[in-house]
């Protein structure tokens, strides 16, 4: 992801449904369907980020970057199946594509049925980033993810209605100095480099990396202040 932008950006929205939805149904071992979705981009350092914008976009591309692209679930599924303690983050990862991968996974009952509800979750966000990224609304979007809900699941789905809706609840759009952002606010416009180069996607939340990102951007010069951002609206005491 560090190679790709996109996919980058993407992980961090992707991470913040999930999130969302681990805190609304209380998912037994949410952790780990936390940490898959924060990884589930990883494969995308083998693919050629033109081709991952594309894809993203809905455009069409050659066989082999078609492939490259489809196999970037595998290739994160083998960088983080060895790494102690993870082999479920990486048994979710190699499905968020296609629920019926098969990688020989010999677990209890127990984590099957965690790496079946990770999955399920991680694939909903990324379908629903999918079709956002192609230029559906929100709305259009959900409403083709409910013609599939078979796949997803009823309860996981209206729980994920709830999410989006209440994203509505936003302050207008601020300018804001790199000193001024804040965890939890959300990128509003594509963030470019001088030179015309997406760094950030607009829809990014700002999390520390992200932060991190473009203040050493923004200290060396390579991007301008200020950035347009949303600021969730505080809870209802």
Not at 116 to 133: I, M, N
Not at 147 to 176: A, D, H, K
Not at 207 to 220: A, G, I, R, W
Request: charged share 25%; proline share 5%.
């Amino acid at each position: 992801s560090i190679a790709s932008p996109t996919a980058f950006s993407r992980a961090s929205r992707v991470k913040r449904h999930v999130e969302k939805l681990g805190t609304q149904m209380k998912i037994k071992g949410f952790w780990q369907i936390r940490l898959a979705a924060m990884l589930s981009q990883i494969g995308c350092v083998t693919v050629n980020p033109e081709t991952i914008e594309r894809i993203y976009r809905g455009e069409e591309v050659s066989r082999e970057e078609r492939e490259a692209f489809d196999h970037h679930p595998h290739v994160g599924y083998e960088l983080i199946r060895k790494i102690p303690n993870l082999k479920e983050v990486a048994e979710i990862i190699a499905r968020q594509r296609n629920l019926e991968t098969d990688t020989g996974f010999k677990g209890n009952d127990a984590l099957r049925n965690l790496i079946h509800t990770g999955s399920r979750v991680l694939k909903l966000a990324l379908d629903y980033e999918q079709l956002l990224f192609a230029g559906e609304s929100g709305a259009t979007s959900l409403a083709m993810l409910k013609q599939r809900e078979n796949e997803y699941g009823v309860e996981l789905l209206e729980q994920f209605s709830r999410i989006i809706e209440s994203e509505s609840s936003y302050t207008p759009i601020r300018q804001l100095g790199i000193g001024e952002l804040a965890p939890g606010m959300v990128i509003h416009r594509d963030i470019f480099t001088k030179k015309g180069e997406l760094l950030i996607h607009a829809g990014t939340e700002i999390n520390l990396p992200v932060y991190e990102t473009l203040h050493n951007f923004t200290k060396t010069g390579f991007i301008q202040e200020p950035f347009e951002v949303l600021i969730p609206e505080p809870p209802s005491p």
